[in-house]
C-alpha cells in the first residue's frame, strides 16, 4: 500500500516571500468597502449574498500586475481582507434590519459596535480550532471556495494553460449569469411541480457559481445534500400539503391556509423550521466527533495564558504552522464579551446572556467553519444557524423575566452579534484554507481579517441608513422596515421567531422533528450535517451542485481522469469565479435594467417552453465545462494543491 506523502503547499515553509504589503493592505480594503456595499444591496434585496473571496482575488491580480508586481501571497492577503466586507455585511443584513422592523433602529454608532463585537467573537474563536480543520481534516472537507480560490491564485502565478483554464472558466460563468440576469434570455431559476402529488416540487437554480461549487465539493457531499432536498421537497412538503389541505384557516406562523400555499409557501412556513432543527442538530452531532481537538486546543488556550509560551516568533514552529498568539486570543475574546455586557447593560440578567452568548458563540461557530469546509459559505445555511441561536437566547431571557419589546430587542442584538460571528468564521475558515494550500503565513493572515473587520465594520452603519432612506413620497419612516424596496427576509423571519417565543407560539414540533431527521440519519452511518443543510435549503440549489458533482466524478474515471479532475477544478474555479462578479454586478445595478415579461430574444411565454429552455442554457454550460476539461493538454500540469477529496465526506 503506498503511503500517503505529506501535503507541501505552493510556497514552501523555509521560503519568504512579500506578503502583508501596504498596497496590499490599501487594495484589501479597498475591495472589502465596495463588496460590502454591493452584498448589502443584495442581501436586503433578495435574502442571500454572493462570496467575494474569489472575486476579489481575480481583481488583486489584474490591478498588482498592472503595478508590475505582486507575489501569489499579497494577492492572498488582498482576497483575505477583501471577502471580509461581504461576509460582514451578510452577517449585519441578515439581522440588524429585524431592529428595524421593531422599532428600535439601531443609531450608525451602535452598528459599529454591534459588527465589530460579533465579528471579533468569529475571527478569535476561530483561531484555536485552525489546525484540526485545517492540517487535521485536510482532504476530508474540501472548503470548495478556499480550493477554488487557491487554484486560481496558484493558476494566474504560473500562468500558461493553467491560467487559461481558469480564464476560460471566469469568462463561461460571467457571459451565462449576464444572459439570465442582464439579458434575461432565460429564467434563472425554473421549477416542475407535480399538483396531483401534493405540491411534490423539483427545481433548478440555473446558477454558474453553484454548478462550480458541485464540481469542486464532489458526488458523495452533492448526493447528501440532495437527498435532504428530496426528503424536503418530494416527502415532506406532499405531506404537510395533504394533512393540511382541508384545514379552512392558517396553520402555525402562516398567514394563509395550506390549501392556498404554493410550495415556496410551504417551504417558508414549515419544511425551513424543519431544516433549521436539523441543521442544529447535525452542528450538534459534528462538535461532538470535534472533542477531543477542541478540548486539546483548549488546554493549549489556557496553558499560552499562564506560561506564556506560544508567541509570533516561535522559531521551534514552521512559518506556516504560527497562528496569532493563543493568550492574544484569550484576552482578546474576554475583552470582547465584557464589552458586550457593557453594551446590553451591565447586570445580573445580561451576564447570564452573555455566557449564552459565549457558549453559542463557540458551538455555532465552529458548526459555521466545518459547515463551510463541507459545502462552502455560498451555501451555508447562516439564518437557520442563527435562528437556533435566537430561539435559546430568547427562551432564557423569557425564563429572566425579560418581556416585550425591551427583552425582544436584547434577543435580536445577541442574535445579530452571533450570526455577524458565523459569517465571519466562515469567512475565515475559507480564506485560511486558501492560504494553507499557497503557503501563507496564519498569523499574517489572522490580522488582516482584524484589519478588514475595523475597516468594514467603520463604513457597514453609513451604507444601512443609505439604504434605509424611503423613497420620495413614501409614508414609512424606515425603508427595511417598510417592505417595499427592501424585503429583507432573513431580518423578518428573526423578527419573526423572536415574536413568536415571546408571545408563545413558536413551532417547536416543526423544529423537534428536525432534529430527530438528523439523529435518525446518524444512527444509519450517514453525515447528518450535509443532509441537514439539503433539507434546510430550497432543492433548486440543491440541484445544480448535485449535477457538478456527478459530472465531476464522471470526468474523474478512466486513464486520464487525474488530469481531467484537476482540469474541472480550475475551470470550475473559473466558473466561481465569473459568475460571482456577474451576480454582484447584475443584482448591484438590477434596479436600472429594465423589466421584461416572457422571453427576450426568442418569443417563448409558455411556462414548459421557458423551463425547457433554462435546462437547455444550463446543459450548455455544463457541456463547456465538460469539454474544456476533456480538451489535450500540451503542458504538464505543475504541482499545485491537492485537489479537493470532496467524495470522502465528513
Known amino acids: 500500500m503506498e503511503e500517503k506523502k505529506p501535503f507541501r503547499p505552493h510556497v514552501p515553509p523555509e521560503r519568504s516571500v512579500a506578503e502583508f504589503t501596504l498596497r496590499a493592505a490599501i487594495l484589501g480594503s479597498v475591495i472589502a468597502v465596495v463588496f460590502g456595499a454591493a452584498n448589502a444591496y443584495i442581501g436586503l434585496k433578495v435574502g442571500m449574498t454572493v462570496s467575494a473571496s474569489i472575486p476579489a482575488a481575480v481583481i488583486s491580480m489584474a490591478v498588482l ?35 428595524f422592523i421593531l422599532g428600535a433602529a439601531p443609531g450608525i454608532g451602535r452598528i459599529f459596535v454591534l459588527a465589530s463585537l460579533g465579528g471579533l467573537l468569529g475571527i ?66 425554473v421549477e416542475w411541480t407535480i399538483e396531483k402529488f401534493h405540491k411534490a416540487t423539483l427545481g433548478l437554480s440555473a446558477e454558474a457559481a453553484m454548478l462550480g461549487v458541485g464540481f469542486i465539493i464532489g458526488p458523495r457531499i452533492a448526493l447528501l445534500m440532495f437527498a ?46 424543519i431544516g433549521a432543527g436539523g441543521v442544529a442538530m447535525g452542528g450538534l452531532l459534528s462538535i461532538g466527533k470535534a472533542l477531543p481537538t477542541i478540548a486539546g486546543s483548549f488546554r493549549a488556550v489556557f496553558r499560552d495564558v499562564v506560561g506564556g509560551k506560544a508567541g509570533i516568533g516561535e522559531a521551534a514552529a514552521d512559518r506556516t504552522d504560527r497562528d496569532l498568539p493563543l493568550k492574544w486570543v484569550f484576552w482578546g475574546a474576554l475583552a470582547t464579551i465584557l464589552t ?73 442584538t445577541i442574535g445579530a452579534v452571533l450570526c455577524i460571528a458565523i459569517c465571519m468564521s466562515g469567512d475565515i475558515a475559507q480564506d485560511l484554507k486558501t492560504g494553507y494550500l499557497v503557503g501563507a503565513t496564519p498569523w499574517k493572515q489572522q490580522t488582516a481579517n482584524l484589519l478588514a473587520l475595523l475597516v468594514s465594520a467603520s463604513v457597514i452603519g453609513f451604507t444601512i441608513y443609505l439604504l434605509d432612506r424611503p423613497p420620495a413620497g413614501s409614508d414609512v419612516t424606515h425603508a427595511l422596515a417598510g417592505g417595499t424596496t427592501f424585503k ?74 487525474a488530469e481531467r479532475k484537476d482540469r474541472v477544478v480550475l475551470v470550475a474555479s473559473g466558473l466561481v469565479a465569473g459568475g460571482a462578479i456577474m451576480g454582484i454586478l447584475v443584482n448591484t445595478l438590477g434596479q436600472f435594467l429594465p423589466e421584461r415579461p416572457g422571453q427576450f430574444l426568442l418569443p417563448v411565454d409558455t411556462h414548459l417552453g421557458s423551463t425547457l ?7 450548455l454550460l455544463a457541456a463547456g465545462v465538460w469539454l474544456l476539461a476533456t480538451r489535450q493538454s500540451t503542458e504538464r500540469t505543475p504541482d499545485g494543491p491537492e485537489p479537493p477529496a470532496g467524495s470522502s465526506g465528513e
Open 65 to 99: 500586475r498592472a503595478l508590475r508586481g505582486g507575489t501569489v501571497l499579497e494577492n492572498n492577503i488582498v482576497q483575505t481582507i477583501g471577502s471580509s466586507g461581504e461576509s460582514l455585511a451578510a452577517g449585519v443584513v441578515f439581522t440588524i434590519p429585524a431592529l
Open 124 to 189: 478569535l474563536f476561530w483561531i484555536p480550532l485552525r489546525r484540526y480543520l485545517m492540517v487535521k481534516e485536510h482532504g476530508v472537507l474540501p472548503f470548495p471556495e478556499g480550493t477554488a480560490c487557491a487554484q486560481v491564485l496558484i493558476s494566474g502565478e504560473q500562468g500558461g494553460s493553467r491560467w487559461a483554464l481558469v480564464l476560460a472558466g471566469i469568462g463561461l460563468g460571467a457571459v451565462f449569469q449576464f444572459l439570465a440576469g442582464a439579458v434575461r434570455l432565460f429564467k434563472a431559476e
Open 228 to 273: 435532504g432536498g428530496a426528503l424536503g421537497w418530494f416527502v415532506l412538503i406532499p405531506l404537510i400539503h395533504y394533512f393540511g389541505a382541508g384545514l379552512s384557516g392558517p396553520l402555525g406562523l402562516a398567514s394563509i391556509p395550506i390549501s392556498k400555499m404554493e410550495p415556496t409557501d410551504l417551504w417558508k412556513s414549515y419544511l425551513r423550521y
Open 340 to 412: 458586550l455586557w457593557l453594551v446590553l447593560g451591565a447586570g445580573g440578567k445580561t451576564l447570564v446572556s452573555v455566557a449564552c452568548v459565549v457558549v453559542l458563540g463557540f458551538f455555532l461557530v465552529t458548526v459555521a467553519a466545518r459547515i463551510c469546509g463541507l459545502v462552502g459559505s455560498s451555501s451555508s445555511p447562516v439564518s437557520g444557524m442563527t435562528i437556533t441561536g435566537l430561539i435559546v437566547t430568547s427562551l432564557l431571557m423569557v425564563s429572566l423575566g425579560f418581556t416585550g419589546v425591551e427583552g425582544q430587542v436584547a434577543a435580536l
Open 488 to 561: 429583507a427576509p432573513q431580518a423578518n423571519l428573526m423578527h419573526m421567531v423572536v415574536k413568536g417565543i415571546f408571545e408563545g407560539n413558536l413551532p417547536w414540533t416543526l423544529l423537534l422533528a428536525g432534529m430527530a431527521i438528523a439523529v435518525v440519519v446518524e444512527l444509519v452511518g450517514v453525515p447528518s450535517l450535509p443532509f441537514a443543510i439539503g433539507l434546510y435549503l430550497p432543492v433548486s440549489l440543491s440541484t445544480p451542485i448535485l449535477a457538478g458533482g456527478l459530472l465531476g466524478h464522471l470526468l474523474g474515471r478512466g486513464k486520464r481522469g
Open 613 to 619: 429552455f433554462t435546462v437547455a442554457a444550463f446543459a
